[in-house]
């Protein structure tokens, strides 16, 4: 999750560090901190970490230290907002220049496009030496990569755009400049959509063409999920009919194709459904996000057969960005240790979502003029 937690200087700050101790404590294998950005030029919100030659790597290291105990692992995501980056600090710009309704974004130089892989393997690089136990590429949810993969925002005509051989190519280049960086025992995976569910975008048969390629790559899990963050696209929930975990199906499909570990993510809610996924052979981790903010513990809680099917709130007063800032702001609560200090309503958490957001971005602007 993108858990929006940094000092808005890019860097950690002590209610990450409490949060990921906590889920540690709570006895998850890994977490994965959300769009850790090799620049401040296309971040994805200011609460986004920075990591690259000028960050304090002693300031990682601490977060490292903290999300790591109980043998837990702490990945770093690796992102890039592209088109999605937030105006407030960034200039958009994505594979193709874009001009519709609540986004509108530039085009990416063939210069800027090549100089991506060395700028992920350089973030990669610094998070092995802070201590993390490995990365992960992001090339879903409709962030830069996602969108090069998608026909429908990847219009180039040039080695990038066209074909999925093509359009997959910067992917695939990030991914072999991240090994050569951190050698070939640091763990690397990538974060794919099963289907950004938009028509004319990336759809199955591209998915499961990556999932090949993926397989003769050198990283060591691919992450499944799907959907997009782009302005009025549906949410995967919205969107997908299959009971309990979202991508089921198509993890089966990708399951034949390679022999690379596989991590489902996205709809998962109950033991049963996780149990089911893991012992029937579809993928080999389970991946959970919200579930994690109402149940720090949820992996204890499991093993000691207790609250084995999640309960989601539900809102009365549901309005855009509502949910979000509430799930959000639970994350800041449970970085203070005070999970009692939360709004009563949306409208509540979303004032105070975009207050914070508001704060940090004039942080932002001054730390990175």
Request: glycine share 10%; proline share 5%; net charge negative.
């Amino acid at each position: 999750m993108s858990d929006s937690l940094g000092d808005g200087t890019g860097h950690p700050t002590d209610a990450q560090r409490t949060l990921y101790r906590r889920w540690a404590e709570g006895g998850l294998a890994a977490a994965f901190v959300g769009e850790v950005q090799t620049s401040a030029h296309f971040a994805e919100k200011p609460g986004n970490l920075v990591l690259n030659k000028t960050s304090d790597l002693a300031q990682f290291k601490t977060l490292a230290t903290a999300g790591q105990r109980h043998d837990a692992q702490l990945w770093l995501q690796i992102g890039h907002a592209g088109a999605l980056a937030f105006p407030p600090i960034s200039t958009p710009k994505g594979p193709s220049a874009l001009s519709l309704p609540g986004l509108v974004c530039g085009a990416l130089s063939l210069a800027e496009i090549e100089a991506l892989p060395e700028q992920m393997a350089q973030t990669a690089a610094l998070a092995q030496e802070a201590g993390f136990g490995g990365v992960e590429i992001h090339a879903a949810h409709g962030f830069l990569l996602s969108q090069f993969l998608s026909p429908l925002f990847n219009q180039r005509d040039d080695s990038y755009g066209g074909s999925i051989d093509n359009r997959m190519r910067l992917l695939l280049a990030c991914i072999e400049a991240t090994r050569s960086a951190v050698g070939p025992y640091f763990p690397i995976a990538v974060k794919m959509n099963a289907s950004d569910m938009l028509e004319g975008g990336f759809d199955e048969a591209d998915a499961l063409a990556l999932v090949r390629a993926l397989d003769n790559s050198s990283i060591d899990l691919i992450d499944i999920s799907g959907g997009t963050y782009f302005p009025g696209a549906p949410s995967s929930s919205d969107k997908m009919s299959d009971a309990g975990a979202y991508f089921k199906s198509f993890a089966k499909k990708a399951r034949d194709l390679t022999s690379k570990p596989l991590m489902l993510t996205g709809g998962i809610k109950t033991f049963e459904e996780a149990e089911a996924v893991i012992s029937g052979g579809i993928a080999d981790i389970i991946g959970m996000a919200r579930a994690f903010i109402l149940y720090p513990s949820l992996p204890n809680l499991w093993q000691e057969n207790q609250w084995l099917s999640v309960q989601f709130p539900r809102f009365d007063d549901v309005i855009e960005g509502g949910i979000t800032a509430w799930y959000t702001q639970k994350l800041v609560a449970l970085g203070k240790d005070d999970e009692a200090a939360m709004p009563d309503n949306l409208t509540e958490a979303l004032t105070l979502y975009e207050a914070r957001d508001a704060e940090r971005t004039r942080i932002w602007l001054g730390h990175f003029e």
